[in-house]
Nanobody
Framework: QVQLVESGGGLMQAGGSLRLSCVAS????????MGWFRQAPGKEREFVAA????????YYADSVKGRFTISRDNVKNTLYLQMNSLKPEDTAVYYC?????????????????????WGQGTQVTVSS
């Protein structure tokens, strides 16, 4: 079992930056991959970024590549999402998720169905 709690969301003007955090508990954090997803009103949940269990590999959606950075601190059991050059279209509820499948130790997933554990979400609103 994995419990996830996000924080760091808020209201920001376009062009600004925010850093989201996700603290994990339960199963040893360094044994599974992590991802960030987001869901805007009236839209389906979409993949944002993922990071391998040891931080050695990352994967981004094209819409955030070059602006967002995913990272993790396995000592602090914390996942991060640094969001720069924010745009109004980044407005959404952001969720962290854990992929504890054995396959995720080698291949990062962008499908939400591959992630077994989810946080409650944190709202990010970007004004123009």
């Amino acid at each position: 079992q994995v419990q996830l709690v996000e924080s760091g969301g808020g209201l920001m003007q376009a062009g600004g930056s925010l850093r989201l955090s996700c603290v994990a508990s339960g199963r040893t954090f360094s044994t599974y991959a992590m991802g960030w997803f987001r869901q805007a009103p009236g839209k389906e949940r979409e993949f944002v970024a993922a990071v391998k269990w040891d931080g050695s590999n990352t994967y981004y959606a094209d819409s955030v590549k070059g602006r967002f950075t995913i990272s993790r601190d396995n000592v602090k059991n914390t996942l991060y999402l640094q969001m720069n050059s924010l745009k109004p279209e980044d407005t959404a509820v952001y969720y962290c998720a854990a992929d504890t499948s054995p396959r995720a130790r080698f291949v990062l997933n962008s499908r939400s169905s591959e992630y077994a554990y989810w946080g409650q979400g944190t709202q990010v609103t970007v004004s123009s």
